[in-house]
């Protein structure tokens, strides 16, 4: 039990349990992260060494977003079964099938592997929204999501450095066994700490009140199981689904294609890669906090909670457009900040829309509806992944900068226009 010195000798208990509960899953997400990310950064050295070409790339990043699309089969089972035995199993998993990489061999080895990894790896974000759903109250829910997706972001910043390390000192493989390490060891720590707000021994009641008592009361009501055939045919879920599917391909970009496009068309070499691949994502963490922000701002300005995550939305599609001109400018410096641009905004968005499903859903409904959500948000980066890698060689990145450029702001409409608040 976690407890404070008290008056009188003493011991009172520790108001804060939620923040800590987020604060052990943010190391989650940064392993998630860095686990998915490290094959992007070492993609030029396992590509050479393996003799793969960027088509076959493009199927073994696709394996991986075949594999994430089963989101809705994780969040139906953690709805089903809780997050504690749940998310366990998930994470132990995810870290045994990431060693498994650093025994791989040919492409077709990886995109089996890659498959695997995303099937269980899909269980992040149901698992998330959940969490924040059922420990926090509503007006904290923003920022209890934009801290957990720093995790996302900071996985993908500690990649670079990982890989050049690895390289330098033993091999790409390296990398693979230390991440898939650190995943084992956090399933300690979750299985330690971790349980229901219901059953949590070291928290208090008034901070059990402060949970439940936030709770939207529309929101709050328990089944048995996830109503599959209701919440499917709800059309909230398919305007977050839509909006995802056109954000997702950004993060595609950046995670999995961004190294090769530095070394094939600005011409870094492996210290560069460490130095500069890591900062859109430093740049995406601050995102992550700049979106709850907005919808804080706009919501003291008498806005909706909704609406006011609609218009956060709104704002990182508009700064999205900056990655347009990411092949056209001629300096290296340049086309690095805008990347950074655009996984600032990026993030700023993402952590908004993927939030809305705790302000839309039941909390028996949030997980599955998140996988759902991000079943369409890979079927995006899946769909762009393999356009791009069999077009790149002919046409290069910058049509597909442009896309990237436009996208968001279709997405923005689709909120706009298709989301119903809840009674």
Same mark, same amino acid.
Request: net charge positive.
């Given at each position: 039990?976690?407890?404070?010195?008290?008056? &009188?000798?003493?011991?009172?208990?520790? *108001?804060?349990?939620?923040?800590?509960? +987020?604060?052990?899953? =943010?190391? $989650?997400?940064?392993?998630?992260?860095?686990?998915?990310?490290?094959?992007?950064? $070492?993609?030029?050295?396992?590509? $050479?060494?393996?003799?793969?070409?960027?088509?076959?790339?493009?199927?073994?990043?696709?394996?991986?977003?075949?594999?994430?699309?089963?989101?809705? =089969?994780?969040?139906?089972?953690?709805?089903?079964? &809780?997050?504690?035995?749940?998310?366990?199993?998930?994470?132990?998993?995810?870290?045994?099938?990431?060693?498994?990489?650093?025994?791989?061999? &040919?492409?077709?080895?990886?995109?089996?592997?890659?498959?695997?990894?995303?099937?269980?790896?899909?269980?992040?974000?149901?698992?998330?929204?959940?969490? #924040?759903?059922?420990?926090?109250?509503?007006?904290?829910?923003?920022?209890?999501?934009? +801290?957990?997706?720093?995790?996302?972001?900071?996985?993908?910043?500690?990649?670079?450095?990982?890989?050049?390390?690895?390289?330098?000192?033993?091999?790409?493989?390296? !990398?693979?066994?230390? !991440?898939? &390490?650190?995943?084992?060891?956090?399933?300690?720590?979750?299985?330690?700490?971790?349980?229901?707000?219901?059953?949590?021994?070291?928290?208090?009641?008034?901070?059990?009140?402060?949970?439940?008592?936030?709770?939207?009361?529309?929101?709050?009501?328990?089944?048995?199981?996830?109503?599959?055939?209701?919440?499917?045919?709800?059309?909230?879920?398919?305007?977050?689904?839509?909006?995802?599917?056109? !954000? @997702?391909? #950004?993060?595609?970009?950046?995670? %999995?294609?961004?190294?090769?496009?530095?070394?094939?068309?600005?011409?870094? @070499? %492996?210290?560069?890669?460490?130095?500069?691949?890591?900062?859109?994502?430093?740049? !995406?963490?601050?995102?992550?906090?700049?979106?709850?922000?907005?919808?804080?701002?706009?919501?003291?300005?008498?806005?909706?909670?909704?609406?006011?995550?609609?218009?956060?939305?709104?704002?990182?599609?508009?700064?999205?457009?900056?990655?347009?001109?990411?092949?056209?400018?001629?300096?290296?410096?340049?086309? #690095?900040?805008?990347?950074?641009?655009?996984?600032?905004?990026?993030?700023?968005?993402?952590?908004?829309?993927?939030?809305?499903?705790?302000?839309?859903? *039941?909390?028996?409904? /949030?997980?599955? $509806?998140?996988?759902?959500?991000?079943?369409?948000?890979?079927?995006? /980066?899946?769909?762009?992944?393999? #356009?791009?890698?069999?077009?790149? @060689?002919?046409?290069?990145?910058?049509?597909?900068?442009?896309?990237?450029?436009?996208?968001?702001?279709?997405?923005?409409?689709?909120?706009?226009?298709? /989301?119903?608040?809840?009674?």
């Amino acid at each position: 039990m976690v407890t404070l010195p008290a008056r &009188g000798g003493r011991l009172r208990r520790f *108001p804060y349990i939620r923040w800590t509960i +987020i604060g052990l899953f =943010v190391g $989650a997400m940064v392993i998630n992260y860095l686990t998915r990310s490290i094959l992007g950064v $070492a993609a030029p050295a396992i590509m $050479a060494e393996q003799h793969i070409s960027s088509a076959q790339y493009s199927w073994i990043t696709g394996a991986f977003q075949l594999g994430i699309m089963f989101q809705p =089969v994780a969040g139906y089972l953690l709805d089903l079964i &809780g997050l504690k035995v749940g998310f366990t199993l998930f994470v132990a998993v995810w870290s045994l099938i990431t060693m498994g990489h650093g025994l791989a061999t &040919g492409w077709m080895g990886f995109a089996g592997l890659r498959g695997a990894l995303g099937l269980v790896e899909g269980s992040a974000q149901p698992a998330g929204m959940k969490l #924040v759903a059922e420990w926090f109250p509503a007006r904290e829910r923003g920022v209890a999501g934009g +801290i957990y997706q720093i995790g996302a972001s900071f996985g993908a910043v500690f990649a670079p450095p990982l890989v050049a390390w690895a390289v330098l000192n033993h091999s790409w493989r390296a !990398a693979f066994f230390v !991440a898939g &390490g650190l995943g084992l060891l956090w399933v300690i720590a979750w299985l330690l700490w971790y349980a229901p707000p219901g059953r949590h021994r070291a928290l208090s009641e008034r901070e059990r009140t402060l949970i439940v008592e936030g709770q939207e009361a529309a929101l709050a009501k328990r089944r048995r199981r996830p109503p599959l055939r209701e919440l499917l045919g709800q059309r909230n879920l398919w305007a977050i689904a839509g909006a995802r599917f056109l !954000a @997702d391909p #950004v993060w595609g970009m950046l995670s %999995l294609w961004m190294p090769l496009y530095l070394v094939q068309a600005r011409h870094f @070499d %492996l210290t560069q890669i460490a130095m500069f691949a890591w900062l859109p994502f430093l740049a !995406a963490d601050l995102g992550c906090l700049f979106g709850p922000a907005v919808v804080a701002w706009l919501q003291r300005r008498g806005i909706s909670l909704v609406d006011a995550r609609r218009g956060a939305f709104t704002v990182g599609a508009v700064l999205m457009t900056g990655m347009m001109f990411v092949g056209t400018v001629t300096s290296p410096i340049a086309a #690095v900040a805008l990347l950074c641009l655009g996984g600032f905004a990026h993030q700023t968005l993402s952590v908004t829309v993927i939030t809305m499903s705790s302000d839309l859903f *039941p909390q028996d409904q /949030v997980a599955t $509806a998140t996988g759902v959500s991000g079943t369409a948000a890979n079927l995006g /980066v899946l769909i762009f992944t393999l #356009v791009l890698g069999s077009m790149v @060689d002919q046409v290069g990145y910058q049509p597909f900068f442009i896309l990237l450029g436009l996208l968001d702001l279709v997405g923005a409409a689709l909120l706009w226009t298709l /989301v119903r608040k809840t009674a």
